[in-house]
């Protein structure tokens, strides 16, 4: 095992001249990423030591793995921020990491300022410009408020020679869950759990100095950390990047780069194809199109599979699992979908090389076709921040309990659902995912988010939001898709609420927002 800081190094002398980075028109080579991030260590050791935890908020642009890099090389702790959160967000994350140094793009600046002047101790933030190595392209530059300012990182000074050599037990992230319950928790990423991350995906993809990742995946999100970045670096590969996700930038990026494969939240293949004609673009020079952080739909996959001819092979993991925990088999060459012929549930892979799976019922004991699943593996974390109640009840004897239920078919896994998901619908159990996987089949359908509801006669019952290609909200429609559902469910799980809506709010990485429509949670389901 090797340290991320040892890895960089070693990109420097075994790749100097390939190009890292791809931005826009402008190009970045290992060699001169090397000098450059010499030069930001030198400028944050003045406020960084050993172990201190250095902020950033940066959308995918050049400076984030530069920074990035740099931070480790100090033996400092990486702490990615979404842009898009709040000054109290912000607040609590520096709080609660102890953060020395925040690091942020000129559009996010005075939220983060605030966030530092909130706390009371000094927070040194520093600022970077989006445009510094290439401009943002008009259009993409107003949609996304992109602002200019003074460009505050020092990546063309001093030469730094590191004084501490991190090791490979040594914490290089701090990446916060998303919080749907309490406050935000922050896994504790070690320089091993990444280096068997990037490792799984190296081998298991076959990922190799050839190849360029389309490097959607927000980079502060663990996808864009571990299969994007740190799988980059560690063959010498390049990464195209492109700030924030655009459907047709994208794609253009796929054509004129020739990229070869990317992993990205199944929303950013819904909005392929609903945002372009997908077959007037050429791909052919992607070999894996990948999916993880949520499910994929039956109906995404056949979709996609005739506008591209490709799979979206789909992965599962979490940020505890430092990313992959299983993958499908590479290259898939079966004609069909691995499918779950009960719930038709796409398969989330097998297990990826030294990873055990185990299913536990909620006693917790082993269950034989249906259960918790659990992981253990060189990926998975050892502790959450400053945080041993969360510790204990997550990480029992090396085994990270997921809160995922899925079964296991042959080895193949199936995420079901998420464990607190669940609804009871007068002691009848609903999945929530095989009720969307069913909405999703009507042609109509572009999304659809299934929740439970109190209900006075029932406990619960089941409700659908679903986003339609073309808005209607009239009352026969509504019975159309419930008459559709029917035909296909159990009468316990058919919605018995629909609410048609015209935006799904989802995370910066694209996963659905499950909570957002969680938060008003009222039954209209009438009598029973």
Known sequence: MKTQAKLFEEAMVNFGENTLLKYFGFELSYAKAGEMVDSLAAQMSQYVSKGDVVAVSIQN??????????????????????????????????????????????????????????????????????????????????????????????????????????????????VYTSGTTGYPKAAVIKHKNIYAGSTIYRDWFRVSHR????????????????????????????????????????????????????????????????????????????????????????????????????????????????????????PYEENGLPLDEETMVVSSGVPVFDTQLKLINDSGQKAQEIGEICVKGPQVIDEYWKNPEATNKTIINGWLYTGDVAKIIRNWVFIIDRKKDLINASGFKVWPREVEEVLCEHPDVVEAVVIGVPDPYRGETVKAFVRLKHPVSDEEFRRHIEAFCRLRLAPYKVPKVIEFVNEVPKTASGKILRRAFKLNRTSESGSP
Request: proline fraction near 5%; glycine fraction near 4%; charged fraction near 20%.
């Open 211 to 330: 190849d360029k990742f389309l490097g959607v995946a927000p980079f502060f999100h663990i996808t864009g950390l571990v299969f994007h970045i740190a799988t980059a670096i560690l063959t010498g590969a390049s990464i195209c990047c492109c700030y924030r996700f655009e459907p047709e930038l994208a794609l253009n990026t796929v054509e004129r780069e020739k990229t070869t494969l990317t992993m990205a939240a199944a929303t950013v293949y819904t909005a392929f194809l609903n945002s372009c004609d997908v077959s007037e673009f050429d791909l052919s020079s992607m070999r894996l199109w990948s999916s993880g952080g949520m499910a994929v739909s039956k109906a995404l996959e056949e979709r996609w599979r005739k506008a591209t001819g490709k799979w979206i092979y789909v992965a599962w993991g979490l940020t505890e699992t430092t990313s992959p925990a299983t993958l499908w088999p590479y």
């Open 61 to 174: 642009v050049p400076q984030f793995v530069l920074v990035e890099y740099a931070v480790f090389k100090l033996g400092a702790v990486l702490l990615p921020i979404n842009p898009a959160l709040t000054p109290r967000e912000v607040s609590y994350l520096l709080r609660d990491s102890e953060s020395k140094v925040a690091i942020c793009l000129c559009e996010s600046s005075e939220k983060v300022e605030a966030a530092a002047e909130s706390l009371n101790r000094r927070v040194e933030v520093l600022k970077t410009n989006a445009n510094t190595f290439s401009r943002v392209p008009e259009p993409y530059a107003k949609k996304w408020c992109v602002k200019e300012c003074q460009e505050e990182l020092d990546m063309n000074g001093h030469s730094f020679h590191s004084v501490y050599e991190p090791g490979i037990d040594d914490p290089a992230m701090l």
